[in-house]
């Protein structure tokens, strides 16, 4: 079992920055693939961005490249989402998850999820 807990959501203006934390405790935390996925008010939770275990290679959705920038600190057992240029259209939940295997953007893959943190931009 990994148990996620998210932190850094609130309320921004449009263009400002914020950095989302995600700490995981449990099972072993270097071995799994961590993700960010964000659901928005009457959509469909959807992929953002996942780092492997390793942490060299990454993947990101069209719509946060160059804005937005995943990593984690396997020493901290922690993942983190820096997330600038942030826009109206990214306010949604944001969702921590994990999978003990190669990177993935389907929701269905990750095997465990935090509590979610509301991000909020406004215009």
């Known amino acids: 079992q990994v148990q996620l807990v998210e932190s850094g959501g609130g309320l921004v203006q449009a263009g400002g920055s914020l950095r989302l934390s995600c700490a995981a405790s449990?099972?072993?935390?270097?071995?799994?693939?961590m993700g960010w996925f964000r659901q928005a008010p009457g959509k469909e939770r959807e992929f953002v961005a996942a780092i492997s275990w390793i942490g060299g290679r990454t993947n990101y959705a069209d719509s946060v490249k160059g804005r937005f920038a995943i990593s984690r600190d396997n020493g901290k057992n922690t993942v983190y989402l820096q997330m600038n240029s942030l826009k109206p259209e990214d306010t949604a939940v944001y969702y921590c998850?994990?999978?003990?295997?190669?990177?993935?953007?389907?929701?269905?893959?990750?095997?465990?999820w935090g509590q979610g943190t509301q991000v909020t931009v406004s215009s």
């Open positions: 998850a994990a999978r003990r295997s190669v990177i993935s953007t389907t929701t269905v893959d990750y095997d465990y």
């Open positions: 449990g099972r072993t935390f270097s071995p799994y693939t």
